[in-house]
């Protein structure tokens, strides 16, 4: 019998830098209640992202060539959780894109 090794996948927390908010004010980190999070699973290699109150947003997994790796678009009036696939070993870049904000992750599998 398999045990179910999922469980006890370990995941690491991806740094996300906050850009500008798209409307040319400068990014506020007051009492707003909206969040980007986002994980790496090292042994599957995939990435676990959770983003809540950003409006629409789009988020991009792209490779040290400049290539999409993996792509998903998501309404964040609820909080969704995106999960994105990497092509293997390598470095990449995670953007996050939404109506109201910009933001980047970096990381190395």
Do not use: H, W
Not at 50 to 78: P, W
Not at 97 to 106: K, L, N, P, Q, V
Request: glycine fraction near 8%; hydrophobic fraction near 35%.
């Amino acid at each position: 019998v398999m045990a179910n090794e999922s469980s006890e996948e370990v995941k690491t927390r991806i740094e996300i830098l906050p850009g500008s908010v798209t409307d040319g004010l400068t990014y506020d980190r007051s009492l707003d209640l909206s969040s980007i999070d986002a994980f790496l699973f090292p042994r599957t290699g995939d990435v676990e992202i959770i983003l809540y109150s950003i409006g629409r947003a789009n988020v991009y997994l792209v490779d040290s060539f400049g290539q999409i790796v993996d792509y998903a678009s998501t309404n964040t009036e609820i909080p969704s959780t995106i999960y994105l696939s990497t092509n293997g070993t390598g470095n990449y870049r995670l953007i996050i894109d939404s109506d109201t904000c910009y933001a980047e992750g970096y990381f190395t599998l």
